[in-house]
């Protein structure tokens, strides 16, 4: 078993556990595999579960941090291994308020700044060239401050994550934001339509 061995062998721990395989056998139940995958699956759940009650664990692992964790890692070892440097015509389309880079950038700029001299930019540099960021899931003015003042007016994004999130709520959102005419137009649509090239109708 793939999980026994790398608990036994590397002494990996349920915090290590990558959200795929999280996905793959402790969410979908097995289906004519026999008893080992079955409890494969179970023995899965428990070492991302951590002993915590209900579905807190798992709801860690992927939702309420793990995900947007892992976003925020593969970004950053996409800039590190030089890719962005290689396609600087890439761009990246980020959710969640941008997944915690927006708060943690300055460090991880910092931090990484010995290992980057093969790169024509700095780690920040280059996030804020060709990454851009949407709101999806978050509906406070705190963190989209954040957000606008690391990846300025030019990158951020509406968004809602329907259907983890109603349009609803996301129409709200947009009612109460608190920002300066132009910059609401581009972050209402304006990025949108010029990033994804999208044929807005003309207003009749």
Known sequence: MQVDRHVERFGARQDRLITAIVEKLAVREPVDQGAAETELAHRTFELVGGGLPGLSGFRLATAAWGWHSETA?????????????R????????????????AMLVRSDKALSDEVKHL???????????????????FTQPP?????????????????????????????????????????????????????????????
């Open 144 to 204: 989209l401050d954040v957000l606008l003042a690391v990846f300025g007016s030019d990158r951020v994004m509406f968004s809602i994550d329907y259907p983890y999130s109603s349009n609803r709520t996301g129409r709200d959102y947009l009612d109460k934001v608190e920002m300066p005419a132009a910059d609401f137009e581009k972050f209402a649509h304006g990025n949108a339509d010029r990033l994804l090239k999208l044929k807005v109708p003309a207003k009749k």
């Open 120 to 138: 024509s930019r700095s780690v920040a540099q280059t996030i804020r060239d060709q990454v851009w960021v949407t709101t999806s899931g978050l």
């Open 73 to 85: 890692i593969h970004v950053l070892r996409l800039v590190v291994a030089g890719t962005l440097d």
């Open 87 to 102: 396609h600087p015509k890439l761009k990246l389309i980020i959710g969640h308020m941008g997944e915690g880079l927006a």
